[in-house]
């Protein structure tokens, strides 16, 4: 099976030549056609998704991976404008005689302008753009939203975005668009995350100083992605400067930062290097309960990119991540969990019409948990690692931008593992058997304008996946329950052997039809197969879930999705509205048996639930994109059930009904504005509410002998208070007249602004001769100031 990723690889570079060739022999009769690249004026740095348009008309693309753009035009002479958030517009007047360009785009020279609240692309671009449901955030917009403690977090601006949602205060994961945690693909520079959180939840992995640009897809995806059934977030690293060195940093209340930057070889070869460490066990000596004050937590990250240019067709980018976090609770147990991660991409543009990007993706996480009592002093670990590869190609031809290639997954699950760690020790070692997977692909992507008033995107992904040995495969008694004393059979496979197999074709298409130049209607279906899941007790990402392959008893996730939106401009472009709808269908999303135990269980499978989900919505945004005060507001109605119909009373829940999800909040309401107060204040402030999330809570009690035990009621049939917050900032700009080499920011910070007590999670203390009392805990129940400052230095 390995082998087969090498020859699908082999097989689309065998392809390239006569590629080459076609895209020389395209005929261009009636028009020409403009070829370009678009870069950072100041770092050489590709832009990507940058906005290039033909002034007075409809027709437009955007940039590539490479920066790279090829626009048809009609005969004559037009202007082509391009712009891209956070960079001044750039105008280019082109003719017949005049159709490659190397447009360099400067950075706005105005800090206050550069930081444009919005949950869009450039201007216009929410009505040219064929996908529905994509939003792309530049960091200086991430950095305007208030930060929790001083941190600047990219997963806080993502879950402000309407269709996204987290089940409380510090949660880790967030929910798109009904989908649960397990479902979002979050990528940096290509390499997939399975933990996106430091110090659970509180904190993103994310380090502002080294990202370039977020996007999150929560509706119309493209082929090049897959793995998941609700969401991608790719967050793309920023390339170092290539002409000059750079020094930018930041010091808060619990972190600090340190990002350099600068040449290898001027003008071909460039590095960042970027790190962020925790010192915020002093924040833990004040705390009044004792075992919080004797607790101990730290984190640190740390970025690296290095990117080289060969010629004008020839790049090479190498990046690495790694994170660490630690976490010890009244010094008996210390869990820690790490990340590394790596990335190389090679890129080749054939011509000004083709281009390929080969990429080589390596990721590794773990978990750990150490107990350091005497008799019971052990370490627990499971985690997952990822090796891939995958040829991305572009071809630009006229009207049309397709991209197509393969792509090769191979895992590695480690499903957990205890070992004592003393001759003390009464602890015994278990060892799970990990499990082995290789997920490949094939796909297919085209977007292209066949009118002025009509766009579209379709496109294939057809996906593989084989779970292979060496391993063990239960069988258990047909017609009753899975349990251990059930098991009639066990089957051995030898390493490399097949042990079950799935594949299954992913098409995609969205259609956007302009009613005019300031308004449009945009419809999309997508369909995905996910292949992984998070086994999980908790609500929210935990580091000690753990990740497991499709096998002989769970399917792969697959998700349908049809969205309908409209979309319209205001007032020359500087206020955009949409209003979208969608709704989703699930199949084998994974529920747990009531007590279910999946701490080293070697019968996992017996406690796991198959349903079908349902998720339906309507999201409804406005958002001002430039003037003194920019912001967005949005509204999203989102309701997701589960099904959950078994053979059997064990295997069925709440009698085969539909029930919400643990994350089901139907009503989710998110402001975000920036004002900007003179030339170097500005004022931020967010405010968000959501429905209480569900929970399943005992309605009486029964007293046997000396214990009291709970009756509970149907699953998620009640609910926990609503969640709501304010949050403002302050920040001080520098003074941009000056040209400084160093400049610095300050920033004054209150999150939960009026101390809003927000209940996480809700538990209940039997009485005896009385019904169970509900008690709230609150992660943050006061207002929380925080300082920081951020400087850069050129």
Known sequence: MRLLAVWLTVAMLMLCEPLVLYAYALPQAGGFTVRGTVRDAQTGEAIAGAAVLAEGSSTGTTTDATGTFRLYLPAGSSTVVISYLGYERATVRVSSGNTTLKVPLARSSVQLSEVGVVGQKPVHDNIRSVQSGITSLNINTIKSVPAFLGEVDVVKSIKLLPGVSSVGEAATGFNVRGGSVDQNLILLDGAPLFNSAHLFGFFSVFNPDAVEDVTLYRGGVPAQYGGRISSVLDVRMREGDREKFALNGGVGLVSARLAVEGPIIQDKTSFLVAGRSSYSDWLLRKMPNANIRNSHAAFYDASAKISHTFSERNKLAVSGYRSFDEFGFSGDTLYNWTTNAATATYTRRFSSSLSMSLIGVYTDY???????????????????????????????????????????????????????????????????????ALESALYWNDEVRLSPKLSLMYGLRYSFYANYGAGQVYRYQPGVPKQERTITDTLSYSRGEVIESYHGAEPRFSVNYSLNERSAIKLGYNRHRQYLHLISNTTTISPTDIWKSSNTHIKPQIGDQVSLGYFRNFTKNTIEASVEGYYKRMEHMLDYKNGADLYLNLTLEADLLAGEGRAYGVEASISKVSGRLTGWLNYTYARTEIAVKGATAEETVNKGEYYPASYDKPHTLNLAASYEMGKRWQLGATFTYSTGRPITAPLAHYVIGDFIVPHFGDRNQQRIPDYHRLDLSLSLLPDKARNKRWEGTWNLSLYNVYGRKNPYSVFFRQVYGSPPRAYRLAVVGVPLPSISYDFKFR
């Open 366 to 436: 773990t978990f750990k948990v150490k107990t350091e009592q005497r008799v019971n002093a052990s370490e627990y670990s499971n985690g997952i690692e990822l090796k891939s590869i995958k040829a991305d190609f572009a071809l630009a031809t006229g009207k049309h931008a397709i991209h197509f290639g393969a792509a090769a997954l191979d895992y590695t699950f480690e499903q957990g593992r205890l070992t004592p760690t003393s001759a003390e020790s009464q602890v015994l070692p278990v060892q799970l058997q990990p499990e082995q």
